[in-house]
């Protein structure tokens, strides 16, 4: 298999390894230095930014569905759709409701570990589907 070929393989395999919620696995195919970009801010790097990335999500069932995925060098994009039922999302309930988004990641793969990833998610649309309502905001005084 190319590197290519196998670094693919490696992002496949992380997004299914979120949505089995498999924590300690998605640790072992990250470097100790990993980063994430556009997640929550000021993860730590490595393992311990997965663990606590999976501890802003609180109780989730989700299914992430692959839609493409694109290699170059040592860089692998994914573009995903998730459907998921969680209690509430960045602090708006759910009422029950389903959510469904989609997102795409890069993440650079370095000797077979995934060193950085970078998300753009739909989290947006994802609020308005759980009823958020967003107003202008009012016209601050000059002085």
């Not at 994009?77 to 309930?93: D, H, K, M, Y």
Request: charge should be negative; charged fraction near 25%.
């Amino acid at each position: 298999m190319s590197s290519i070929e196998s670094n693919k393989a490696i992002a496949r395999r992380f997004l299914e390894l979120v949505s089995e919620h498999k924590i300690e696995e998605l640790c072992e195919m990250i470097s100790p230095s990993w980063r994430m970009h556009g997640g929550p801010p000021a993860l730590p790097a490595g393992p311990e930014g997965i663990r606590t990335l999976f501890g802003t999500f609180g109780a989730i069932q989700q299914e992430w569905t692959i839609e493409d995925v694109i290699a170059e060098g040592d860089k692998v994009v994914v573009r995903a759709t998730n459907t998921c039922a969680q209690e509430s999302f960045l602090g708006i309930p759910s009422h029950g409701r389903p959510q469904r988004f989609t997102a795409m990641f890069i993440h650079q793969i370095a000797d077979g570990k995934i060193v950085e990833t970078w998300r753009n998610a739909d989290d947006l649309g994802r609020l308005l589907q759980l009823g958020a309502r967003f107003e202008p905001g009012k016209p601050q005084a000059s002085a």
